[in-house]
Structures are given as C-alpha cells and as structure tokens.
C-alpha cells in the first residue's frame, strides 16, 4: 500500500513539474560528533522518500514534502535531484513541449 501511495505521488509530482509548480525539499542533516557525545538522538523519523515525522509533546506529527533526502543522501545527489527537477519545470520548451510559450519565471537556488 505505501509503495502503491509513493508511485501515486511521484507520477502526480511529474505532471505537477510539467505544469510549473513550487517545489518544497526536506534535507535531514547528519548529527554532528559533538551532539553524539553528548548524547543527543535524532529527532527526525524517514518513513518514505516523501515524508518525514517527529514526536512533539507525546503526538507524532507528520509533514509531506516533494522529496525528503536523509542525512546519508550525498550532496550531488541532493544537487542533481533538486535541479533536475526545478530546471526540468522552469523551462518546457526544452523538454520536449510542442507548444511555444513564455518561459515562467523560476527561482534555482541550493
């Protein structure tokens, strides 16, 4: 069923992409070797490449996000996927869009 709900979301993302639409990305940054010693946990929970969850006062709370990258993802891969996808939807008409049109205003930042 969660794999069913992720190809959902991933194909709905597609046709979202080629429509132009603003992208939200979750980067969970590895725990340094200070808060280890220190003995700090992670507070963040992973349960998909789509969502990410924490406890807050005894309630688990959960946020959606475009993609979710965990704190092993590499930093090119978190540069390819992001851009991959913000270029892919800032410019159709070098994906393959028959149709000319304005080029939409977009912002790609890292």
Not at 12 to 36: S, T
Request: glycine residues 2%; proline residues 5%; aromatic residues 10%.
């Amino acid at each position: 069923m969660q794999d069913e709900s992720i190809m959902r979301k991933k194909y709905f993302n597609m046709m979202e992409d080629m429509k132009g639409k603003i992208r939200v990305y979750a980067r969970v940054r590895p725990m340094l070797e200070f808060e280890r010693s220190r003995g700090q946990k992670e507070a963040l929970i992973i349960p998909d490449e789509l969502s990410l969850e924490h406890m807050w006062k005894d309630k688990k709370r959960e946020f959606s996000f475009d993609a979710v990258f965990s704190p092993s993802t590499s930093q090119d891969k978190v540069w390819h996927d992001a851009n991959d996808r913000s270029l892919t939807s800032c410019f159709p008409s070098l994906t393959g869009s028959k149709r000319r049109k304005q080029l939409p205003k977009c912002s790609c930042f890292a």
